[in-house]
Protein backbone atom coordinates (compact mmCIF):
# COMPACT_ATOMS: atom_id res chain seq x y z
CA UNK A 1 0.00 0.00 0.00
CA UNK A 2 1.53 4.18 -0.71
CA UNK A 3 2.20 5.66 2.36
CA UNK A 4 -0.36 8.09 2.82
CA UNK A 5 1.65 11.69 3.93
CA UNK A 6 0.58 14.32 5.43
CA UNK A 7 0.83 16.47 2.64
CA UNK A 8 -0.99 14.56 0.32
CA UNK A 9 -4.07 14.56 2.76
CA UNK A 10 -3.16 18.51 2.93
CA UNK A 11 -3.84 18.60 -0.58
CA UNK A 12 -6.83 16.74 -1.18
CA UNK A 13 -8.48 18.78 1.75
CA UNK A 14 -7.49 21.86 -0.15
CA UNK A 15 -8.84 20.38 -3.37
CA UNK A 16 -12.22 19.36 -1.99
CA UNK A 17 -12.87 20.95 1.27
CA UNK A 18 -13.78 17.97 3.34
CA UNK A 19 -11.77 16.53 6.91
CA UNK A 20 -8.53 15.76 7.02
CA UNK A 21 -9.89 12.31 8.44
CA UNK A 22 -12.31 12.09 5.68
CA UNK A 23 -9.22 12.95 3.12
CA UNK A 24 -6.64 10.75 4.82
CA UNK A 25 -9.32 7.24 4.68
CA UNK A 26 -9.90 8.45 1.06
CA UNK A 27 -6.39 8.12 -0.08
CA UNK A 28 -6.34 4.83 1.98
CA UNK A 29 -9.01 3.26 -0.07
CA UNK A 30 -7.36 4.31 -2.84
CA UNK A 31 -4.11 3.74 -2.37
CA UNK A 32 -2.66 6.91 -2.56
CA UNK A 33 -4.66 7.74 -6.03
CA UNK A 34 -5.17 11.57 -5.75
CA UNK A 35 -7.96 11.40 -8.62
CA UNK A 36 -9.73 8.51 -7.74
CA UNK A 37 -9.57 9.68 -3.73
CA UNK A 38 -11.49 13.06 -4.78
CA UNK A 39 -13.97 11.09 -6.79
CA UNK A 40 -14.42 8.88 -3.80
CA UNK A 41 -14.97 11.74 -1.58
CA UNK A 42 -17.33 13.05 -4.11
CA UNK A 43 -19.79 10.35 -4.58
CA UNK A 44 -19.70 9.39 -0.42
CA UNK A 45 -20.03 13.39 0.42
CA UNK A 46 -21.72 14.81 -2.76
CA UNK A 47 -18.95 17.84 -2.75
CA UNK A 48 -18.59 19.46 -6.46
CA UNK A 49 -15.42 19.26 -9.08
CA UNK A 50 -12.64 21.59 -7.24
CA UNK A 51 -11.82 24.82 -9.09
CA UNK A 52 -8.71 25.04 -11.07
CA UNK A 53 -7.82 27.76 -9.00
CA UNK A 54 -7.84 25.95 -5.91
CA UNK A 55 -4.32 24.03 -6.52
CA UNK A 56 -2.25 26.83 -7.60
CA UNK A 57 1.37 25.07 -7.57
CA UNK A 58 3.71 27.48 -9.34
CA UNK A 59 5.09 31.04 -9.36
CA UNK A 60 4.61 33.73 -12.28
CA UNK A 61 2.37 35.87 -14.16
CA UNK A 62 0.28 36.29 -16.82
CA UNK A 63 0.42 38.97 -19.68
CA UNK A 64 -1.58 40.50 -21.95
CA UNK A 65 -1.43 42.54 -25.16
CA UNK A 66 -4.41 43.76 -28.13
CA UNK A 67 -3.68 45.54 -30.61
CA UNK A 68 -5.05 49.19 -31.17
CA UNK A 69 -8.38 47.95 -33.36
CA UNK A 70 -9.28 45.41 -31.34
CA UNK A 71 -8.64 42.92 -33.84
CA UNK A 72 -5.08 40.87 -32.51
CA UNK A 73 -4.25 39.85 -29.52
CA UNK A 74 -2.78 37.46 -27.12
CA UNK A 75 -2.41 36.28 -23.66
CA UNK A 76 0.74 34.50 -21.75
CA UNK A 77 2.25 33.13 -18.60
CA UNK A 78 5.55 33.35 -17.31
CA UNK A 79 6.67 31.39 -14.63
CA UNK A 80 8.70 31.77 -11.51
CA UNK A 81 10.08 30.04 -9.18
CA UNK A 82 8.53 32.53 -5.69
CA UNK A 83 6.34 34.81 -5.50
CA UNK A 84 8.30 37.35 -4.49
CA UNK A 85 9.96 37.41 -7.88
CA UNK A 86 6.55 37.13 -9.20
CA UNK A 87 5.86 40.67 -8.15
CA UNK A 88 9.28 42.31 -9.82
CA UNK A 89 8.38 45.23 -12.27
CA UNK A 90 10.74 43.59 -14.93
CA UNK A 91 9.24 40.52 -14.65
CA UNK A 92 5.92 41.68 -15.35
CA UNK A 93 7.37 43.93 -18.47
CA UNK A 94 8.71 41.21 -19.96
CA UNK A 95 5.38 39.43 -19.46
CA UNK A 96 3.81 42.53 -21.70
CA UNK A 97 6.35 42.37 -24.67
CA UNK A 98 5.77 38.85 -25.00
CA UNK A 99 2.22 39.22 -24.85
CA UNK A 100 2.37 41.55 -27.93
CA UNK A 101 5.37 39.32 -29.45
CA UNK A 102 2.82 36.27 -29.38
CA UNK A 103 -0.30 38.52 -30.57
CA UNK A 104 2.80 39.85 -33.64
CA UNK A 105 4.14 37.39 -34.62
CA UNK A 106 1.96 34.18 -34.51
CA UNK A 107 4.23 31.82 -33.41
CA UNK A 108 3.50 28.05 -34.12
CA UNK A 109 3.66 26.88 -30.24
CA UNK A 110 5.89 28.50 -27.09
CA UNK A 111 8.77 27.14 -28.26
CA UNK A 112 8.71 29.32 -31.30
CA UNK A 113 7.44 32.45 -29.25
CA UNK A 114 10.69 31.86 -27.22
CA UNK A 115 12.45 32.06 -30.04
CA UNK A 116 11.16 34.99 -31.53
CA UNK A 117 11.91 38.53 -31.36
CA UNK A 118 10.01 40.71 -29.10
CA UNK A 119 8.69 44.18 -30.63
CA UNK A 120 11.79 46.30 -30.01
CA UNK A 121 13.70 44.04 -32.30
CA UNK A 122 15.58 42.13 -29.00
CA UNK A 123 15.57 38.56 -28.55
CA UNK A 124 12.61 36.50 -26.15
CA UNK A 125 15.47 34.21 -25.40
CA UNK A 126 18.40 36.68 -24.56
CA UNK A 127 15.95 38.93 -22.05
CA UNK A 128 14.79 36.08 -20.33
CA UNK A 129 18.28 34.60 -19.58
CA UNK A 130 19.37 38.19 -19.05
CA UNK A 131 16.34 38.49 -16.22
CA UNK A 132 17.40 35.10 -14.90
CA UNK A 133 20.58 36.31 -13.88
CA UNK A 134 19.16 39.60 -12.41
CA UNK A 135 16.48 37.62 -10.35
CA UNK A 136 18.33 34.66 -9.69
CA UNK A 137 15.55 32.55 -10.33
CA UNK A 138 14.40 30.02 -13.23
CA UNK A 139 12.13 31.69 -15.73
CA UNK A 140 10.16 30.48 -18.72
CA UNK A 141 7.47 31.06 -20.76
CA UNK A 142 4.92 28.50 -20.05
CA UNK A 143 2.09 29.00 -22.41
CA UNK A 144 0.26 31.55 -24.56
CA UNK A 145 -3.17 32.05 -26.66
CA UNK A 146 -3.58 34.17 -29.53
CA UNK A 147 -6.93 35.46 -31.26
CA UNK A 148 -7.28 37.25 -34.60
CA UNK A 149 -10.77 38.12 -35.02
CA UNK A 150 -13.82 40.04 -37.01
CA UNK A 151 -15.23 41.10 -34.17
CA UNK A 152 -13.88 42.24 -30.90
CA UNK A 153 -11.48 41.34 -28.41
CA UNK A 154 -11.29 42.12 -24.49
CA UNK A 155 -9.38 41.16 -21.55
CA UNK A 156 -8.73 41.82 -18.15
CA UNK A 157 -6.53 40.73 -15.40
CA UNK A 158 -6.97 40.60 -11.84
CA UNK A 159 -3.30 40.99 -10.32
CA UNK A 160 -1.42 38.95 -12.22
CA UNK A 161 -2.51 35.74 -11.20
CA UNK A 162 -5.36 35.54 -13.42
CA UNK A 163 -5.76 36.66 -16.91
CA UNK A 164 -8.66 36.23 -19.93
CA UNK A 165 -8.93 37.26 -23.57
CA UNK A 166 -12.06 36.93 -24.91
CA UNK A 167 -12.98 37.60 -28.37
CA UNK A 168 -17.00 38.44 -29.15
CA UNK A 169 -18.89 39.91 -31.80
CA UNK A 170 -21.70 42.39 -31.11
CA UNK A 171 -22.91 44.05 -27.78
CA UNK A 172 -22.08 47.21 -25.99
CA UNK A 173 -18.07 48.79 -25.75
CA UNK A 174 -17.96 47.33 -22.57
CA UNK A 175 -19.73 44.12 -22.78
CA UNK A 176 -16.12 42.72 -23.48
CA UNK A 177 -14.04 43.44 -20.33
CA UNK A 178 -17.55 43.02 -17.99
CA UNK A 179 -17.68 39.46 -19.47
CA UNK A 180 -13.80 38.93 -19.36
CA UNK A 181 -14.43 39.87 -15.42
CA UNK A 182 -17.07 37.57 -14.88
CA UNK A 183 -15.22 34.52 -16.22
CA UNK A 184 -12.27 34.94 -13.78
CA UNK A 185 -14.48 35.56 -11.05
CA UNK A 186 -16.86 32.14 -12.15
CA UNK A 187 -14.13 30.43 -14.17
CA UNK A 188 -16.56 28.72 -17.17
CA UNK A 189 -14.86 25.75 -18.78
CA UNK A 190 -16.17 26.95 -22.29
CA UNK A 191 -19.09 28.71 -23.91
CA UNK A 192 -21.90 26.22 -24.33
CA UNK A 193 -22.65 23.00 -23.20
CA UNK A 194 -22.00 21.61 -26.52
CA UNK A 195 -18.35 22.83 -26.38
CA UNK A 196 -18.08 20.53 -22.89
CA UNK A 197 -15.52 17.83 -23.25
CA UNK A 198 -17.59 14.26 -23.33
CA UNK A 199 -14.46 12.49 -21.25
CA UNK A 200 -15.66 15.25 -18.37
CA UNK A 201 -18.74 14.86 -18.84
CA UNK A 202 -19.29 10.90 -18.99
CA UNK A 203 -17.11 10.95 -15.75
CA UNK A 204 -19.42 13.27 -14.35
CA UNK A 205 -22.55 11.20 -15.29
CA UNK A 206 -20.67 8.13 -13.39
CA UNK A 207 -20.13 9.93 -10.21
CA UNK A 208 -23.55 11.80 -9.94
CA UNK A 209 -25.10 8.08 -10.87
CA UNK A 210 -23.22 6.18 -7.95
CA UNK A 211 -24.28 9.41 -5.38
CA UNK A 212 -28.26 8.78 -6.93
CA UNK A 213 -28.08 4.73 -6.93
CA UNK A 214 -27.33 5.49 -2.89
CA UNK A 215 -30.84 6.81 -2.43
CA UNK A 216 -31.53 3.03 -3.03
CA UNK A 217 -34.74 4.66 -5.48
CA UNK A 218 -36.03 2.38 -8.76
CA UNK A 219 -33.34 2.83 -11.61
CA UNK A 220 -35.87 5.38 -13.78
CA UNK A 221 -36.06 7.85 -10.64
CA UNK A 222 -31.96 7.46 -10.67
CA UNK A 223 -31.79 8.01 -13.82
CA UNK A 224 -33.63 11.29 -14.03
CA UNK A 225 -31.93 12.56 -10.70
CA UNK A 226 -28.69 11.96 -12.96
CA UNK A 227 -30.34 13.65 -15.63
CA UNK A 228 -31.39 16.88 -13.68
CA UNK A 229 -27.67 17.14 -11.92
CA UNK A 230 -26.14 16.96 -15.60
CA UNK A 231 -28.28 20.03 -16.82
CA UNK A 232 -27.72 21.73 -13.39
CA UNK A 233 -23.72 20.66 -14.01
CA UNK A 234 -23.82 22.02 -17.59
CA UNK A 235 -25.48 25.39 -16.59
CA UNK A 236 -22.65 25.95 -14.00
CA UNK A 237 -19.71 25.25 -16.21
CA UNK A 238 -21.00 27.09 -19.00
CA UNK A 239 -20.44 30.84 -20.08
CA UNK A 240 -23.61 31.22 -21.09
CA UNK A 241 -25.62 28.73 -18.59
CA UNK A 242 -24.22 31.29 -15.62
CA UNK A 243 -25.69 34.15 -13.80
CA UNK A 244 -24.05 37.02 -14.78
CA UNK A 245 -21.94 38.70 -11.92
CA UNK A 246 -23.15 41.92 -11.91
CA UNK A 247 -26.78 41.09 -12.27
CA UNK A 248 -26.86 37.03 -11.03
CA UNK A 249 -30.89 37.00 -11.92
CA UNK A 250 -29.74 37.21 -15.42
CA UNK A 251 -27.89 34.80 -17.08
CA UNK A 252 -24.81 35.77 -19.38
CA UNK A 253 -26.73 34.08 -22.08
CA UNK A 254 -29.60 36.12 -21.99
CA UNK A 255 -27.24 39.41 -21.38
CA UNK A 256 -25.93 38.37 -25.29
CA UNK A 257 -29.43 38.32 -26.38
CA UNK A 258 -30.85 41.55 -25.54
CA UNK A 259 -27.21 43.31 -27.15
CA UNK A 260 -27.39 41.14 -29.90
CA UNK A 261 -23.77 39.69 -29.14
CA UNK A 262 -21.88 36.60 -29.54
CA UNK A 263 -18.84 35.36 -27.45
CA UNK A 264 -16.55 33.56 -30.13
CA UNK A 265 -14.15 32.16 -27.82
CA UNK A 266 -12.24 32.89 -24.60
CA UNK A 267 -9.50 31.92 -22.58
CA UNK A 268 -8.32 31.80 -18.85
CA UNK A 269 -5.47 31.32 -17.50
CA UNK A 270 -4.38 30.90 -14.05
CA UNK A 271 -0.73 30.89 -12.46
CA UNK A 272 0.58 27.29 -12.09
CA UNK A 273 -2.73 25.95 -12.59
CA UNK A 274 -1.77 21.88 -13.49
CA UNK A 275 1.56 22.27 -12.12
CA UNK A 276 3.15 19.66 -9.60
CA UNK A 277 4.99 21.53 -7.37
CA UNK A 278 7.37 19.87 -4.74
CA UNK A 279 6.41 20.51 -1.04
CA UNK A 280 8.97 20.81 1.32
CA UNK A 281 8.89 19.09 4.26
CA UNK A 282 11.87 20.91 6.20
CA UNK A 283 10.75 18.62 9.74
CA UNK A 284 11.50 15.34 7.91
CA UNK A 285 14.76 16.49 6.51
CA UNK A 286 15.71 17.61 9.42
CA UNK A 287 15.10 14.54 11.62
CA UNK A 288 16.57 12.77 8.38
CA UNK A 289 19.67 14.83 9.18
CA UNK A 290 20.05 14.05 12.64
CA UNK A 291 19.98 10.31 12.18
CA UNK A 292 22.92 10.53 9.67
Not at 9 to 33: F, I, S
Amino acid sequence: MAEITASMVKELREATGLGMMDCKKALAETDGDFKAAEELLRIKSGAKASKAASRVAAEGVVGNFISADGKTGALVEVNCETDFVAKNDDLLAFARNVAQAAAQNNPADAAALTAGKLPDGGSVEEVRKALIMKLGENINVRRFVRYSTAGKLAAYLHGSKIGVLIDLSGGADTLGKDLAMHIAASKPICVSKDQVPQELLDNERKIYTAQAAESGKPANIVEKMVDGRIAKYLAEVTLLGQPFVKDPDTLVEKLLATQGAKVNAFQMFVVGEGIEKKVEDYAAEVAAAAKV
